[in-house]
């Protein structure tokens, strides 16, 4: 059974910093491509980032080039989303999801998110 499951997430002051987590079960870990989305209230659903397997290749949501690193370590089967410089529209529940943004199998499985709050 496929699990992701993401943690990290929280109350921060725009210009601040959180980093995600998603731990991640069930399958072949290492040889998935891998995204970030995310969700404001009201809102449709907005890909933030992407990780292609194998070679590592990552891909930003213009919102959030620059600010924004996904990573995973395949050794504990978790993927990371550094969010730098936080501003109040980043406010969002965020998820982990398996595929690559615009190709087959995009969001085939996601977790069940976690809140990032910006406010002061």
């Known amino acids: 059974e496929v699990q992701l499951v993401e943690s990290g997430g929280g109350l921060v002051q725009p210009g601040g910093s959180l980093r995600l987590s998603c731990a991640a079960s069930?399958?072949?870990?290492?040889?998935?491509?891998m995204s970030w989305v995310r969700q404001a209230p009201g809102k449709e659903p907005e890909w933030v980032s992407s990780?292609?397997?194998?070679?590592?290749?990552?891909y930003y949501a213009a919102a959030v080039k620059g600010r924004f690193t996904v990573s995973a370590d395949n050794a504990k089967n978790i993927l990371y989303l550094q969010m730098n410089n936080l501003k109040p529209e980043d406010t969002a529940m965020y998820y982990c999801?398996?595929?690559?943004?615009?190709?087959?199998?995009?969001?085939?499985?996601r977790g069940q998110g976690t809140q990032v709050t910006v406010s002061s």
């Open positions: 999801a398996t595929g690559l943004y615009g190709s087959p199998g995009y969001m085939e499985f």
């Open positions: 069930g399958f072949s870990f290492g040889t998935y491509d």
């Open positions: 990780l292609r397997r194998p070679g590592g290749g990552t």
